[in-house]
Structure formats: C-alpha cells, structure tokens
C-alpha cells in the first residue's frame, strides 16, 4: 500500500511562531491552505489552523499578538511510511484538514486531505483498492 512519504509536501508554508496573525493570516490566504505547521529548528511545535485564527483576530489586543499564541500545542501527526489508508481514517476520525509529518520530532512535511483526495481520483485502482478496504469504501466514483 502507498505512504504518506508519497504524496505529502515537503516544503510546505511554515511558521516560526513570532508571525502576528494578520501575517499568518495572509500567507494562508496566499498559498491557498487552510492550516500550516510551526517549525522552530527543524522540530515542529505546533499547528495553526484558520479557524484557530477566526477565533481570535476581532479581538483588538490578540490581533498583534505572535500566532504561537493561537496554535494548537499537541497536534496528531504520521510519519513517512505511514499507510494512505491510516492517514485517511485519522482525517475522517479528527475532521483535520492537514496532518504533519514527524520523524521523531523533526518535521518532515505536511499531508493535506486535498493532496490525499486528488491521489485517490489519480492512483490506478490497484493503488486504492487497500485504501478503500481500509477506509470501507468502493473507491472513487467514476
């Protein structure tokens, strides 16, 4: 069966977490994502998510603050080899659209839910059939 290592971004936007949330906020926007990982010296600290930004930015005194502030701490994650087929039963068990990739606490990339769906409409059938089996599904519709 495919892996995460396939089909994940391995530069994906970051941040450091001193970004204000208006600029977290415009990179977003920008690269057209909906979550980004916060990465401090190869290790990933946290993630921030648009509705974590939503949440706070029309309060006056959080809209300068670091978006550190507004990331979630612990966050769930898969490594390279992580199966498709695990990958998408955690996305469908959490409603997440991003995950990261981790190798111990070094971040590696990030695994969009869009980048899983646009494999599964491109992979031949042989290549989702486990993940269908997995996730209980037929496969893609036609």
């Not at 994940?8 to 977003?28: D, H, K, N, Y």
């Not at 966050?75 to 087929?85: A, D, F, I």
């Not at 980048?115 to 036609?142: C, H, I, T």
Request: glycine share 8%; charged share 20%.
């Amino acid at each position: 069966m495919s892996n995460v290592a396939e089909i994940m971004q391995c530069e994906p936007v970051s941040f450091t977490g001193e970004e204000t949330l208006e600029e977290a906020i415009r990179a977003l926007r920008a690269a057209d994502i909906s979550c980004a990982p916060i990465v401090v010296d190869g290790r990933l600290t946290g993630m921030v998510s648009e509705v974590a930004l939503l949440d706070v930015y029309f309060d006056p005194q959080l809209r300068t603050a670091p978006v550190s502030d507004v990331a979630a701490q612990e966050c769930r994650v898969v490594e390279p080899m992580t199966p498709l087929g695990r990958a998408a039963h955690l996305f469908g068990l959490t409603g997440l659209d991003c995950l990261p990739v981790v190798v111990g606490d070094q971040f590696m990339g990030l695994l969009r839910r869009r980048d899983l769906l646009s494999y599964a409409l491109q992979a031949p059938a042989e290549r989702w059939e486990p993940l269908a089996r997995l996730v209980g599904s037929d496969g893609p519709a036609a």
